[in-house]
């Protein structure tokens, strides 16, 4: 199986009373890895983004280009940049971690879980920067009566399969454009 050649190490954290688990995950891709194996690691990132609470760090050789722009320049490094877009992650570090690279990255499935990162120097022998980080946790997960759709767990090819079986020439014929807009909201929504 293809997810047993990921390095990875997989911690969770206990919360107390009221607060969630989170699950810390630390990666290594190394710069020669294989397409099957690079699809076996956004699987697996796939699932662990469905965690209440995650962080995703590690080093991810290979990354090419801008991350905030993405420019990524390898077809791997794009493919990496859609794994994470589809899963809803966000990366907290800022500086070049390596040689005027990206390669040392945080992500993480909640705004707010990582704060306080700081680059420090390098540890022993390697070229990379260490990584500081604190995860901030609330007291008390907030109880929330509005219900929100989880579209992490969306199946999209359905919603694009309903909406796209509607004969929008006649559903929208004759239709300004405020009110198209309110049949194809109307229709998304009956589609969720």
């Not at 293809?2 to 911690?11: H, Y």
């Not at 077809?75 to 005027?100: A, W, Y």
Request: net charge neutral; aromatic share 6%.
């Amino acid at each position: 199986m293809d997810e047993e050649l990921t390095e990875s190490l997989r911690i969770g954290i206990k919360g107390r009373a009221g607060t969630g688990d989170t699950i810390v995950e630390v990666w290594y891709r190394p710069p020669n890895q294989e397409d099957r194996v690079d699809e076996a690691l956004c699987r697996q990132i796939g699932a662990a983004s469905c965690s209440q609470a995650l962080v995703l760090m590690g080093d991810f050789s290979r990354y090419q280009g801008g991350w905030r722009d993405d420019t990524a320049g390898h077809k791997q490094s794009r493919r990496f940049l859609e794994c994470i877009d589809d899963n809803f992650l966000l990366q907290v570090i800022e500086e070049l971690t390596r040689r005027g690279a990206m390669l040392d990255l945080v992500l993480t499935n909640k705004e707010g879980l990582v704060g306080d990162v700081k680059l420090k120097g390098s540890l022993g022998c390697s070229d990379h920067k260490m990584v500081e980080f604190k995860i901030l946790r609330a007291v008390r997960r907030a109880h929330s009566k509005l219900t929100t759709l989880d579209f992490r767990r969306a199946d999209f090819g359905l919603v694009r399969n309903l909406l796209g079986r509607l004969p929008w020439d006649k559903a929208l014929e004759g239709r300004g454009a405020q009110e198209s807009w309110l049949v194809f909201k109307d229709h998304l929504l009956q589609a969720q």
